[in-house]
């Protein structure tokens, strides 16, 4: 540990040793980035490459993995939504590629549940409109079904986009492949955000016409979006590249790490991983076994990806903190730990052991240990209202830089 903290860019940089016990965080940097990537990475940052060879080399690495005909490197999950939505309008009309975000008389309405309308940091809408397409909500927030998706289609409908995430309204939405049978009817092209799914193939199955993933998520590559789907439509996507796609194109390092995490990903040993997540879920349960106002609940993944989570649940009366006070407080300090909180309103968090380096999952039992007797120990129940704490996140970020 000692000679990892030593050789650690962070300290180098005025950083904190951040530990990420909150998943695949793009605030935090992602994930970690698999040796092989790490290495492909450097070795290819000072030589010369053919970029559309390489691109083709990451095409024929993407459709062996997801069974689709072609795929394409961009620079994150939102940039693909963009693109693929851009790809839809546009086709291969070069002249169009140029006009975009203007669409003059081309087809541009873009479908979506309003379930599906959510915000991954940025609001998935935007990034559909960017493209020039225009967003036509689906449904009420709590419930989308098929005859509203089919009579909204008209002679204007280019695309859809499903969203496949924890952050989607998880009941009374149309299922993909009902979504896709409706838009196929009518000549709609078929765009699934899979940001953050370990399954390849699955959405494809069901209809995706291009399927988009970040690489960067459970993948473990470096920062990336990754398309995958027909070949005509993966083109039309590459061919943005002469158009909005050029400020969200990715290096020739970004995508060597993507070629090779994901031909790591084929030999990635999975039940070992989760044989290690389990460890440190188990050592979480033990070590807030019987705490004051704690319940500790291992659960799946609510998208059903092959990863389980702690949910620690507060009640802040016995324990004398709230769940969020709690995750503010595992947050401070030289050590931080980042606890997964964006539902921390309802008195839980969560802890996701799938990015933590060996040893780390100790580190997190000992914090949580010394801020919950820090909370039996304090006079007052520390209770900081929630609306303060929203209000401090949005001051702090308008900061920036100071
Ligand atoms: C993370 C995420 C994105 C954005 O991915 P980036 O690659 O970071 O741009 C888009 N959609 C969903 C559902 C996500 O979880």
Redesign the pocket.
């Known amino acids: 540990m000692n000679d990892k903290v030593a050789g650690d860019i962070r300290a180098q940089l005025g950083l904190r040793p951040v530990i990420n016990v909150s998943g695949t965080m793009?605030s935090l940097g992602?994930s970690i980035v698999v040796p092989e990537a790490v290495s492909a990475i450097t070795r290819v940052l000072s030589e010369f490459v053919e970029m559309g060879d390489l691109h083709r080399r990451a095409s024929t690495a993407i459709a062996e993995l997801t069974g689709a005909e072609a795929g394409f490197v961009t620079a994150?999950?939102?940039?693909a939504?963009s693109l693929a939505v851009a790809a839809a309008i546009t086709g291969d009309n070069l002249w169009a590629i140029e006009q975009l975000p203007d669409t003059g008389t081309l087809r541009n309405e873009v479908l979506i549940q309003t379930g599906h309308m959510?915000s991954?940091?940025a609001p998935?809408e935007q990034a559909i409109r960017i493209a020039g397409g225009k967003v036509v909500p689906i449904g009420q927030a709590t419930s989308a079904h098929a005859y509203q998706l089919a009579g909204a289609i008209t002679e204007r409908t280019v695309a859809a986009v499903f969203?496949?995430?924890h952050?989607v309204v998880d009941y009374a939405q149309i299922p993909l492949k009902t979504f896709a049978e409706v838009c196929h009817a009518r000549g709609v092209k078929v765009i699934v955000?899979a940001?953050?799914e370990y399954d390849l193939r699955k959405f494809l199955a069901d209809g995706a016409d291009v399927v988009l993933y970040?690489g960067?998520?459970f993948l473990g590559g470096p920062?990336s979006?990754i398309c995958a789907g027909d070949k005509d439509f993966v083109r039309n996507i590459y061919l943005q590249n002469r158009g909005i796609g050029r400020g969200m194109k990715v290096g020739k390092e970004g995508i060597a790490g993507v070629i090779t995490a994901l031909e790591a990903w084929k030999t990635r040993d999975h039940d070992g991983i989760r044989a290690r997540e389990r460890a440190a879920l188990d050592l979480w349960v033990e070590t807030l076994d019987a705490r004051p106002g704690v319940i500790a609940r291992i659960v799946p993944d609510p998208t059903d990806n092959p990863l389980d989570r702690l949910k620690v649940a507060i009640d802040p009366e016995a324990a004398r903190i709230t769940a969020w006070d709690l995750a503010s407080a595992m947050a401070r300090g030289d050590r931080p730990v980042i606890v997964r909180d964006h539902e921390a309103e309802h008195g839980h968090f969560f802890l996701d052991p799938c990015n933590l380096h060996p040893g780390e999952e100790t580190v997190v039992a000992q914090r949580l240990v010394e801020e919950l007797e820090r909370a039996q120990r304090s006079n007052e129940m520390i209770f900081t209202p929630l609306a303060e704490r929203w209000l401090a996140q949005e001051a702090a970020i308008l900061n920036w830089p100071d």
Do not use: E, N
């Not at 994150?76 to 940039?79: L, N, V």
């Open positions: 793009t992602a994150s999950c939102s940039a939504i959510v991954y940091g998935v969203v496949v995430s952050h955000d940001a953050s970040s960067h998520k920062t979006g």
